[in-house]
């Protein structure tokens, strides 16, 4: 009760001669709350409290001190260029934020949240990809064509890109490619069985679909197993009815590498905006299939990407290299979406 | 002389009109494109709103030193007068691409300018 009196009379103090300014407000970080004065930044109060967190610049240029509000939406000046898939997940720069009401915040590097899933179902997609479906109860705020991590009981952690639009099915869609001495993509392939569990963590990137300008030209362009992410996003996209054109570029070096094949040119019947150019860069290309790496035949297809929002996922070497090409035939920075699939080395291969 | 600079070129605005058109010329000019890191181009678009709101005299921090610090590997690297000056050239037919007043391109220019000796590290 004294405790309580005392928080109470500081209060009193802080705001009894100013009543109609702005209130002190509450910042919750894990289990520790931090009083941020009225017209005090997020910023400036976590660092007065020696809460570690990076920052430079302290006007909004750097972002390094961008910042996620876990219970509702921070200021929108703190939002200020952001992509707006960063804005739609709350993420705010604490610089700039001068909260008008208690928030609750995460730290880029806290530790983060699993919960419980159950495999339903797992086919060849190819000979080496597999389609792996995991139910998972709390999967609203998933999104076609984020990540997550996916760890097995032993701890084993990979991240994986959302390959449906998870709020339909309440259903989470993977698609998992068979990786030499990969402990986890081995154990995938050769052991999971449907009703065996999995820890899905919380969504992550910002590589998805916004149901705005719905008249935008959409351009996806993926390798290998990068079109999971970008079918999510094109199924997303159809399913808000987006009306802008939507063209798919699905590349790899042999045929047999490629997949859903059929579905997608089904799927491009079905959309008059939809098209979808499966390629091949090897020297054995059947009819039905373009000749030549993917970032390219797409790059001579539409040479002028002004105005277009750009999805590139897979190779990181495609990936960094297209997004450059993007950027200088016309696409602007902020509409250029990527997920390069970094292969982990796997340092734990021997076992 | 009520208005900054900043204000009568067009401000925020202006500022996010420019840096993707002067991106692209710097990234396409073989003079220079190496001394610009081509693999976090969100950092580099952030960087070069940072210089874009200098050189119309807006709202930024950095001082001299500052200048100086972040262009030190780049001098290393070998950054001369001759590539300062492409990139003033990059900085001047930008705005006259997006029909900036002439005199205000020249304010513009005048406060990039300034900072030469700190990039260069003279």
């Known amino acids: 009760m004294i405790a309580l009196s005392l928080i109470f009379t500081e209060h009193r103090v802080a705001t009894g001669d100013c009543p109609y300014k702005q209130k002190m407000t509450n910042l919750k970080i894990g289990e520790k709350n931090y009083t941020c004065n009225s017209e005090e930044t997020v910023l400036d109060s976590l660092l007065r409290h020696e809460v570690e967190v990076s920052y430079a610049c302290k006007k909004g240029t750097c972002q390094s001190c961008m910042l996620q509000c876990t219970d509702g939406i921070p200021p929108e000046n703190s939002q200020k260029d952001l992509k707006d898939t960063l804005k739609k997940q709350n993420y705010f720069l604490a610089c700039l934020c001068v909260p008008e009401q208690d928030m609750t915040i995460k730290l880029p590097d806290q530790s983060e949240l699993f919960s419980d899933g159950k495999v339903i179902a797992n086919e060849m997609l190819n000979r080496n990809t ?74 992550k990137g910002h590589c998805f679909y916004i149901p705005e300008r719905k008249e935008q030209g959409i351009l996806l362009v993926g390798t290998g197993s990068g079109l999971a992410p970008l079918a999510g996003i094109l199924t997303d996209a159809l399913a808000h009815g987006h009306s802008g054109p939507i063209q798919l570029f699905h590349g790899s070096s042999e045929r047999e590498d490629l997949y859903r094949v059929d579905e997608m040119r089904q799927l491009s019947k079905q959309h008059q905006n939809f098209s979808y150019t499966p390629c091949i860069s090897g020297a054995d290309v059947p009819e039905g299939f373009k000749q030549g790496r993917a970032n390219t035949v797409a790059l001579n297809e539409i040479s002028d990407l002004k105005g277009w929002r750009v999805f590139l996922c897979g190779h990181p070497e495609m990936v960094s290299q297209m997004k450059m090409q993007a950027f200088l035939q016309g696409a602007s920075m902020g509409d250029i979406y990527t997920d390069a699939f970094h292969v982990r080395q796997e340092e734990d291969s021997e076992s | 002389m009520s208005e900054s600079l900043y204000d009568r070129i067009g401000g925020e605005a202006a500022v996010n009109a420019a840096v993707e058109l002067f991106y692209r010329k710097v990234l396409t000019d073989h003079r220079i494109n190496r001394f610009f890191d081509k693999t976090d181009m969100d950092k580099q678009i952030v960087k070069q709103k940072a210089f874009f709101t200098m050189a119309f005299g807006g709202p930024n921090t950095y001082t001299g030193q500052d200048m100086r610090k972040a262009h030190v590997h780049l001098v290393k690297m070998g950054l001369d007068d001759s590539h300062f000056d492409a990139v003033m050239e990059h900085l001047g037919a930008t705005l006259t691409e997006l029909n900036v007043p002439a005199d205000l391109i020249s304010e513009a220019a005048a406060i990039a300018e300034s900072t030469r000796n700190d990039v260069l590290g003279k």
């Open chain 1, 130 to 203: 597999i389609l792996l479906i995991v139910e998972c109860l709390d999967v609203l705020e998933y999104n076609a064509g984020q990540f997550v991590n996916l760890q097995r009981a032993d701890g084993v952690t990979r991240s994986y890109s959302i390959a449906n639009r998870p709020q339909e099915s309440k259903t989470l869609e993977f698609h998992i490619r068979r990786l030499p001495g990969g402990k986890f993509s081995e154990w995938v392939h050769d052991e999971i069985k449907v009703g065996d569990s999995l820890s899905v963590s919380e969504p």
